[in-house]
């Protein structure tokens, strides 16, 4: 039985922004699931979706340890809503156009807001896995990329379509695809806004495991529990580390591994 998440009013509230969002979220235990829930529209994205994935986030109850990220339907994501390039945009949400009328600035506020649904998947806390079927274009795409596992159905298509549309992906995806693949690839992938298939995801790393369409919900249960097995301290500080490694010199790192490794064995033999 999932765990009620919000008490109250706020979690009417909550729930109401969801819906609108086009979100559905479920807390079991230790695993957070978040469906994708707008099948008739291939769960496009709009900015409300993307201040309820922050708002997960900031609610996010202390004993979860891995977060699902998974959609409804027959495609994982077809990327932004596209009515938000239209002058009318989304009900309520407006659209690109009437955001363009800002100055640069606010309108990188925009996007830095619309940023926080997704940067918050990469704590070290949490294991966030991204299951992920049928299309998973731009904002999509992007939204797998935030996350620090994918696991892909056989029939995958990631596409970044942005560059194609004029614009750039810039929902926090550019970093992780260029460390997942490389820079020549990522070069490839986003300005030949070209579709990559599951085997070819799987070859390039941004897929951890390509498994059967119905077999997905199977793969990444046991991956969770896989995953859960584990000390949950010394998870959350060998994700702290290996998320900053890139970043860090071999001294740096090795300096960091002290520190993590010097509280782990106070913790344990202390
Ligand atoms: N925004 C809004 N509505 C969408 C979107 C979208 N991104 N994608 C699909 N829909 C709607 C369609 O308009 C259609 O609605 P309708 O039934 O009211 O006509 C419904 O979802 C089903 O779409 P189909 O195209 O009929 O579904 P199909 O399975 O044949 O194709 C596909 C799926 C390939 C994803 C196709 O819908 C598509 O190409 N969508 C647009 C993708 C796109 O360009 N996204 C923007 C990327 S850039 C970014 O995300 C920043």
């Known amino acids: ?38 099948p008739e529209k291939r769960n496009a994205q709009t900015f409300a979706t993307w201040s309820a994935l922050a708002r997960i986030g900031d609610n996010l109850p202390e004993q979860v340890r891995i977060v699902v990220l998974t959609g409804e339907g027959p495609s994982f994501s077809a990327g932004i809503d596209l009515r938000m390039f239209t002058p009318e945009g989304v009900p ?22 619309a940023q926080q649904g997704f940067l918050w998947l990469r704590r070290p806390e949490i294991v966030s896995i991204a299951a992920v079927h049928g299309h998973a274009i731009g904002a999509g795409f992007q939204l797998a990329l935030a996350c620090d596992l994918r696991i892909v159905a056989d029939d995958v298509k990631f596409c970044m379509k942005e560059p194609a549309l004029g614009l750039v992906p810039d929902l926090t995806g550019t970093k992780p695809l260029v460390d997942l693949v490389g820079t020549a690839k990522a070069i490839d992938i986003c300005l030949t806004a070209r579709v990559v298939e599951a ?16 077999e997905l919900a199977r793969a990444v249960r046991e991956k969770a529990e896989a995953l859960l097995a584990v000390n949950r301290d010394a998870a959350t500080a060998t994700k702290r580390l290996l998320r900053g490694a890139r970043e860090r010199t071999l001294e740096e790192q090795c300096a960091a591994e002290r520190v993590e490794q010097a509280r782990r064995v106070a913790a344990l033999f202390g």
Do not use: C, H, P
């Open 199 to 214: 085997q070819e995801a799987y070859r390039l790393g941004l897929a951890e495991q390509v498994v059967a369409r119905g």
């Open 1 to 38: 039985m999932a765990d009620a998440v919000l008490g109250g009013s706020a979690e009417e509230v909550f729930a109401k922004e969801l819906a609108e969002a086009g979100l559905r979220y479920e807390v079991d235990g230790e695993i957070a699931t978040i469906t994708l829930d707008r």
């Open 92 to 113: 309520g949400q407006g659209s690109f156009s009437s955001a363009a009328q800002l100055e640069n600035a606010s309108f990188e506020d925009t996007v830095e807001q």
